[in-house]
């Protein structure tokens, strides 16, 4: 596959999404150069206010998030990590309303061949990145109060709803061992 087409670039940003804790789309399309930048740790984050909650979330980027970034051309503070928005005016709400859907929606076809492709079955959009990563946050950490906190949820009967989707075997040998 070329990696400057459309399907290539949707594949980055869904994966850019997933490895940064679950973004939005919105908050993907809307990623300023300023919002990358390095903790009191010393270790890059991506930190930024999500634009469906205007909550601040902010995560460390592992790895293969800086192998993403690395695609891009670093900008200036308010630049566009991601093309999403090129052109369009950080003001201008109701211009990058317009681009969101309208990329979002070209985005998400990309993700449906990619997957018919991959001979994946399930319906894939790009906020599966999301419950995805709600998903591994969960089974790696254990505490959904945390993965609330990750994601920004308000509660964490939102964050049960993410992970709800998602089949549990964590517990099967303990089932299989009660049942013996």
Sequence with gaps: MDEE???????R????????????FSDVATLQWQHIREGRSGRPRVCYKMRKTADTVG???????????????EGDGEDWVFPIS???????EE?????????N???????KELAGQAGIEKRVTFHLSRNAAAWKLYQ???DIYKVSKF?????????????DGFVDESRDEDFLDAMK
């Design 140 to 142: 790696n950490v254990g």
């Design 86 to 92: 090129e052109g369009v005016d950080p003001g201008d």
């Design 59 to 73: 995560v460390p980027l592992i790895p293969e998030a800086k192998e993403i970034l690395s695609h891009y051309d």
């Design 13 to 24: 940003w869904f994966l850019f999404a997933y490895y940064a804790g679950g973004m939005r």
């Design 5 to 11: 087409s459309p399907a290539a670039q949707a594949r």
């Design 95 to 103: 211009a990058l309303h317009r681009r969101k859907c309208k990329r």
């Design 105 to 111: 929606s070209a985005a998400n076809r990309h993700l």
């Design 151 to 163: 994601l920004g949820h308000s509660n964490v009967e939102q964050t049960q709803d993410y992970i």
